[in-house]
């Protein structure tokens, strides 16, 4: 069993330089008071990281990407984590192919930066390794919700 926030807090201080760099605003609202879960640190990180990293990424100057989570229904036990932004958003097509294996969203990076089309694909793969679910929830023009959600620990 580990701590979700000090994987959340890792993530943030490893995208904190970016985010500056490309003039976003990185908020963590994470709080201290959410119960252990079983993961893999580093995949848990790396799949957290993915979707930190691609907000940033295809985020425009002086917008904003806040990290939360919160327990989702007591009875099920899950704890979610979601990454939000307030950017271009993503069109219902790129929605539902989001998290196929080499599928390449219409939206382009607005640093020139690249991508593989492998990134969301590895992250479901991650979260389902876990016993836990992705998803997206986005309207265009109006940014988009990355998320995912774990079993918490018995």
């Known amino acids: 069993p580990s ?3 000090n994987v959340v807090d890792s993530v943030c201080l490893q995208n904190s330089t970016y985010a500056k760099a490309k003039k976003v605003h990185l908020i963590n609202k994470v709080g201290d008071n959410l119960p252990p879960v079983n993961i893999d640190i580093e995949k848990i990180g790396e799949a957290l990281d993915n979707f930190v990293n691609n907000a940033i990424k295809y985020a425009p100057a002086e917008t904003k990407v806040e990290v939360n989570s919160y327990i989702k229904d007591a009875n ?7 990454v939000v932004d307030d ?3 993503l069109s219902e097509e ?7 294996k080499g599928t390449i969203l219409t939206n382009k990076p607005t640093g020139f930066e690249q991508s593989s089309g492998l990134g969301l694909w590895i992250v ?3 979260i389902e390794e876990h016993s836990g679910k992705v998803w997206v929830k986005s309207k265009l023009g109006m940014g988009s919700t990355f998320a995912f959600e ?4 018995e």
């Open 87 to 89: 950017g271009v958003g």
């Open 150 to 153: 774990l079993p918490l620990s």
């Open 124 to 126: 479901k793969r991650i």
């Open 76 to 82: 099920k036990k899950m704890l979610v984590v979601e």
């Open 3 to 5: 701590s979700i926030k």
């Open 94 to 100: 790129d929605i539902k192919k989001a998290f196929q």
